[in-house]
């Protein structure tokens, strides 16, 4: 077992024993939350980082939560948010699909006054959801406006000059791009399923942790039965840059989707395309509850591998979930590693015109957030 394992058991630990801010203290004194100065006092007079009892009161961040537009984006809106590109039909009859993507170094919030240096793709993490129809023809303009070299690697087939890999390319501009330059990708929409794509740069952990990460969606030829979609990408943030996750979320923002649950129809057919982008773990998983879901792995086969309840991705592994929820109520998600969804990964589903649901419960039930916040639940 490695030291940085060590260090952040200590940290659990000590918020569910100690008072949260001492917890917080430790934190910055190992090198501070992303660099942003420690900010105590979403914790100030808890007397428990866990105070799974005490929601209701004043002391558990009340009215704390990220400030998304000062993110620059929401995950919610983030969810249903597909970026089919600029698109126009070339003289051949095939579609082209045209994006711009910038990387941009851009300080976000990923819990309450939990501030990370991030690298961004169009300033936005997990980047946009590129999305496409199989058989495309894609073009990907990348500018490099981040102080660090980048590339942007999709997952696909493609030719090697397309791949984002530092030293294959550089002569033909490709390659590792440097600040300040910039190189186009251009291949073909294939294989449809739900794929993702990220920086390539050593060290790669970094690169990715940091959040360089996006989805992305090749639709088969004939589509998809209709369905209201959603795009999750499971990731975590590293905030004391020790090599582990002190947070996890899936679209970023650590129990957003607690204090927002995802609104959904009964029994209309709700679509995930679920990415795992998540570093330094090996493993993810999602589970969602009282219901089950078809699962297709990397959504590359029109037919179900299982009908389950649970599944677990190591990193870069991707799925299209399918399920109805037949009953009005608030349903719970989680990763299942009990340990992340305390950290933030949790949240819930909302059928029908539930109130059944009290956040700040609901998270204070989860709570060990190490700087002892409650993820914003007031
Ligand atoms: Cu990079």
Same mark, same amino acid.
């Given at each position: ?15 569910? +024993?100690?008072? @949260? ?81 910038? @990387? ?236 992340? +969804? ?17 956040? +700040?419960?609901?998270?204070? +039930? ?13």
């Amino acid at each position: 077992m490695s030291d940085r394992r060590i260090s952040r058991r200590k940290l659990l630990g000590a918020a569910a +024993a100690v008072p @949260a801010a001492v917890g917080l203290s430790s934190l910055a004194s190992r090198g501070g939350l992303g660099g942003a100065p420690a900010r105590a006092d979403s914790a100030k007079g808890s007397s428990n980082g866990h105070a799974g009892h005490d929601f209701a009161h004043a002391t558990f961040a009340p009215g704390r939560g990220v400030d998304h537009r000062a993110n620059g984006f929401e995950p919610t809106e983030l969810l249903r948010d597909f970026d089919y590109g600029k698109t126009r039909r070339l003289a051949s009859g095939r579609l082209l699909r045209e994006w711009e993507i910038v @990387a941009q170094d851009r300080e976000i919030e990923v819990a309450p006054g939990v501030k990370y240096e991030a690298w961004t793709y169009n300033g936005r993490v997990p980047g946009p959801t590129l999305r496409a129809r199989e058989g495309d023809k894609l073009r990907i303009r990348f500018v490099n406006g981040s102080e660090h070299p980048h590339t942007i690697h999709f997952h696909g087939i493609h030719p090697a000059l397309m791949d984002g890999m530092p030293g294959i390319g550089e002569r033909q501009g490709g390659g590792q791009i440097e600040p300040g330059r910039g190189f186009t990708y251009e291949f073909d929409a294939m294989p449809f399923g739900v794929h993702l794509y990220h920086c390539h740069v050593a060290p790669l952990a970094t690169h990715i942790a940091r959040g360089l990460y996006g989805a992305f969606v090749v639709d088969p030829k004939g589509g998809r039965p209709e369905a209201d979609e959603m795009v999750m990408v499971m990731n975590g943030f590293d905030t004391n840059f020790d090599l582990s996750n002190e947070v996890y979320a899936v679209n970023t923002v650590g129990f957003h989707y607690v204090n927002d649950p995802i609104e959904v129809r009964r029994d209309e057919l709700v679509r995930i395309y679920l990415v795992n982008a998540l570093e330094f773990d090996p493993v993810n998983s999602f589970h969602v509850h009282a219901n089950f879901f078809q699962f297709y792995p990397t959504g590359t086969s029109p037919q179900p591998s299982e009908y389950t309840d649970t599944v677990i991705q190591g990193q870069a592994q991707r799925a299209i979930l399918e399920m109805k929820f037949p009953f009005d109520g608030d349903y719970m998600f989680h990763g299942h590693i009990s340990e992340f +969804a305390e950290l933030g990964w949790t949240g819930f589903f909302r059928v029908g015109n539930s109130s059944s649901l009290a956040p +700040a419960a609901a998270a204070a +039930a989860y709570c060990k957030l190490p700087w002892g916040g409650n993820g914003g639940a007031a």
